[in-house]
């Protein structure tokens, strides 16, 4: 069965920086992976895209995220990345690793917390 768990979340300030994780295991290995993405929810809001890595093409930043977050994946290592920089407290909000596989399926990870405080 895929797993992904993700990783890396935590309590920062203002202007500071956290790097994510995701790993996946289950069979799946994520160079076989036709897109990779963090997605975030924020309280009482809808969950959004936040980066997609696919397996062909550019990666795709949403508005927020250009300048400030950059998404990487390690086919070696069955793990994507989500560096966070220049935080903000509304960048507050539970992020999610996602990985979708042709014929196969979508897969979620359980989210890692990111606060953002003074």
């Known amino acids: 069965q895929v797993q992904l768990v993700e990783s890396g979340g935590g309590l920062a300030h203002p202007g500071g920086s956290l790097r994510l994780s995701c790993v996946v295991s289950?069979?799946?290995?994520?160079?076989?992976?036709?897109?990779m993405a963090w997605y975030r929810q924020a309280p009482g809001k809808e969950r959004e895209l936040v980066a997609e890595d696919p397996s062909t093409g550019s990666r795709k930043y949403a508005e927020f995220a250009k300048g400030r977050f950059t998404i990487s994946r390690d086919n070696a290592k069955n793990t994507l990345f989500l560096l966070l920089n220049n935080l903000n407290p509304e960048d507050t909000a539970v992020y999610y690793c996602n990985a979708q596989y042709y014929r196969v399926g979508s897969y979620w990870g359980q989210g890692t917390q990111v606060t953002v405080s003074s």
């Open positions: 289950g069979g799946i290995d994520t160079v076989y992976a036709d897109t």
